[in-house]
């Protein structure tokens, strides 16, 4: 069994400012994580993934993540906010061989202010 | 350029009427998936498929049908039977689902019942 609990349904940061969007996940067996990005009436787009590789993962458009096994935890994280990250982010959990459908995190909305 | 195409980008639908949603890829892909998406509920998988000619319900699969003749093409149907059509439906493609494989999205369908 897989779960994902994306921590803050809103998060708001000025330009300039570090983003951090938080996931942690539950999973019996070993996981895959991704981050998916979705603009306003877009489809997603995937941000990153981690697949049991190196545990910081860097991604498009300067964002990255680390995987925490002993936190299990996969935040995301952009030293500097643009206003074009504007946007909805899926943290989302899967399981490495065998499968799985995906499971997604109900999504949080990043707030970039001038 | 691969990719999904969804069309069309909108829908309008009268009570009572069914109505198919178009989703194509190019990628080779053999895995496909529908997922409806309702604000502040994040991504609810509809039905999915993992091979030509075979599907499977999703977690909301009532009043929805679909069909996987070609490995390219996974259409939708919004019968009469679904009580609140109007959502914002998004189709999705991967290599397979084993855990490691992002899914690829398309740009999606707003369907709205008059």
């Not at chain 2, 093409?73 to 490691?100: D, E, I, M, W």
Request: glycine content about 8%; proline content about 5%.
């Amino acid at each position: 069994a897989q779960s994902v609990t994306q921590l803050d349904s809103h998060v708001s940061v000025s330009e300039g400012t570090p983003v951090l969007l938080r996931c942690n996940y539950s999973s019996s067996y070993s996981p895959s994580l991704f981050w998916y990005v979705q603009h306003p009436n877009k489809g997603l787009q995937l941000l990153l993934k981690y697949t049991s590789a190196a545990t910081l993962v860097k991604g498009i458009n300067g964002f990255e993540a680390e995987f925490k096994k002993s936190e299990t935890s996969f935040h995301l994280t952009k030293p500097s906010a643009h206003m074009s990250d504007a946007a909805e982010y899926f943290c989302v959990v899967s399981i490495i061989g065998g499968s799985y459908i995906p499971t997604f995190g109900r999504g949080t909305s990043l707030i970039v202010h001038p | 350029d691969g990719g999904i195409t969804q069309s069309p980008k909108y829908l309008f639908r009268k009570e009572g009427q069914n109505v198919t949603l178009s989703c194509e890829q190019n990628l080779n892909h053999d895995a496909m998936y529908w997922y409806r998406q309702d604000p502040g509920q994040g991504l609810r998988l509809i039905y999915y498929s993992q091979i030509v000619n075979d599907f499977q319900k999703g977690d909301i699969a009532e009043g929805y049908s679909v069909s996987r003749e070609k490995k390219e093409s996974f259409p939708l149907t919004v019968t009469s039977a679904q009580k609140n059509p109007t959502a914002f439906y998004l189709c999705a493609s991967s290599r397979g689902t084993s855990g490691g494989n992002e899914q690829f999205f398309g740009p999606g369908t707003r369907l709205t019942v008059l």
